[in-house]
Antibody
């Protein structure tokens, strides 16, 4: 059974940093492209960043470029999102999502972790 | 960036009735279109990919159609567990992968 378990969310002040993790199991993590997708309270889904299976390709949404860094550790089957210079508008539930390749749908999602940016 | 527009925003349907949801892309995405279901407090679940192929374990009452810029998700006979929010997503031009704003299917 595919499982994606996010952690690391919480309350942080504007300008602060946070690192999210996503522990994967039930599939060959090292062969799967992964992404982070967020959902602001009461709003729709927004793709944040993705990473290829080998980690060499890491696109970002314009809204987070230069502030967020996606990475992965295939030996630990774990995906990360380092978030710096956080803003109030980054407040959202952050989901990790799996896909087979770059141009493909997200076939599995985690339950999400809530990030709240507030003073 | 391709903009995805869903309609209606809210659809009120009685159990057992048919629901038809629409999704329009600002430019052609061929058949690179997916539909997701999201229930409160849960991550989205993939229903349809390639515009019309059901994902693993998805009941046959869910069907997708369309290509290019116009797409439809049909739920043939709504069950209680189908009341949720539905999102379309294009993955033709990636990154970024873009989602519609969602259609909430509620009990009439």
């Amino acid at each position: 059974e595919v499982q994606l378990l996010e952690s690391g969310g919480g309350l942080v002040q504007p300008g602060g940093s946070l690192r999210l993790s996503c522990a994967a199991s039930g599939f060959t993590f090292s062969s799967s492209a992964m992404s982070w997708v967020r959902q602001a309270p009461g709003k729709g889904l927004e793709w944040v960043s993705g990473i290829s299976a080998g980690g060499g390709d890491t696109p970002y949404a314009d809204s987070v470029k230069g502030r967020f860094t996606i990475s992965r550790d295939n030996s630990k089957s774990t995906l990360y999102l380092q978030m710096n210079s956080l803003r109030a508008e980054d407040t959202a539930v952050y989901y990790c999502a799996k896909k087979v390749s770059g141009a493909a749908p997200f076939d599995y999602w985690g339950q999400g972790t809530l990030v709240t940016v507030s003073s | 960036e391709i903009v995805m527009t869903q309609s209606p925003a809210t659809l009120s349907v009685s159990p057992g009735e048919r629901a038809t949801l629409s999704c329009r892309a600002s430019q052609s995405v061929s058949s690179n279109l997916a539909w997701y279901q999201q229930k409160p407090g849960q991550g989205p679940r993939l229903l349809i990919y390639g515009a019309s192929s059901r994902a693993t374990g998805i009941p046959a009452r869910f069907s997708g159609s369309g290509s290019g810029t116009e797409f439809t998700l049909t739920i043939s006979s709504l069950q209680s567990e189908d009341f949720a929010v539905y999102y379309c997503q294009q993955y033709q031009n990636w990154p970024p992968s873009t989602f519609g704003q969602g259609t909430k299917v509620e009990i009439k």
